[in-house]
């Protein structure tokens, strides 16, 4: 599991640089447009999926109006686009396991981008259910070691609801599970702990270490998933060393 913040702190990071911002804010629409229409419900206190979706576009200061108009575009009161959910699985250099969540009007582009992605970054599309059986669904939390020390955020999270609390790095992570994630993220922020990272993902139960050019070619395999337009999350088992995340 180690090394999982790390993709995370970069996520964020990458969110808050202006080239990435639209891409970004493009992924963040289809969400909230799907998880209004499939939760049958533009009401944020009733469908958890989309308040979920609305607190992420917050957090990277998506205006009201582009929300608000996707959020119209799922229930109906405005014209949208259909989109269909899919997942895809397979191995990046080195055998790590790869997971991608998508959103797309057409599969057969979708998968054939997919393809092209990983045999061109060292890694090959698998079968599905060749790699997700590997991941859990968990809520996730990342709060760097400076705001706050380990104790208090044990005491915090745990008494919330939480699974665990571990170190990894300059950073904490809090694991637990997906329905008890709100109420963890509530306590943490009212314990006024601020996060780097907060969300429902999948985490990997083991990792594959990477070092060398098998880690340069993993780098560029998940920014390359992360840059595909139908692509909305991308998971990964592999673990790679700090110096090279952050170079």
């Not at 014209?79 to 699985?89: D, F, H, K, T």
């Not at 060292?122 to 590997?134: D, I, K, P, R, T």
């Not at 990894?168 to 314990?191: L, M, T, Y």
Request: charged share 30%; net charge negative; with cysteine.
């Amino acid at each position: 599991m180690s090394g999982h913040s790390k993709w995370s702190s970069i996520k964020h990071k990458k969110a808050a640089t202006d080239s990435k911002r639209g891409k970004i804010f493009s992924k963040l629409i289809k969400e909230i447009t799907v998880a209004a229409r499939m939760g049958g419900s533009g009401d944020l206190e009733v469908n958890s999926r989309l308040r979920s979706a609305v607190a992420t576009a917050k957090a990277v200061n998506m205006p009201k109006d582009n929300i608000d108009r996707a959020i119209k575009k799922g229930t109906g009161e405005l014209e949208g686009v259909n989109y269909e959910e899919s997942i895809y699985e397979g191995y990046g250099p080195g055998g790590a396991a790869v997971l991608i969540e998508c959103l797309t009007d057409n599969k057969n582009r979708t998968v054939a981008d997919i393809r092209h992605i990983f045999s061109k970054n060292g890694g090959n599309l698998g079968e599905n259910g060749c790699v997700a059986w590997m991941f859990d669904q968990k809520g996730y939390l990342v709060v760097e070691k400076k705001e706050v020390d380990e104790d208090t955020l044990m005491e915090v999270a745990l008494e919330a609801g939480a699974e665990d609390v571990r170190e990894d790095g300059a950073n904490f992570e809090v694991v637990c599970a997906p329905g008890d994630f709100e109420q963890v993220k509530a306590a943490i922020e009212a314990a006024s702990i601020a996060h780097v990272a907060a969300e429902i993902t999948m985490l990997p139960q083991t990792a594959t270490a990477l070092t060398g050019k098998q880690a340069e070619q993993m780098i560029r395999l998940v920014d390359a998933l992360d840059d595909c337009d139908d692509a909305q999350k991308v998971y990964t088992n592999a673990d790679i060393p700090d110096e090279m995340m952050e170079g």
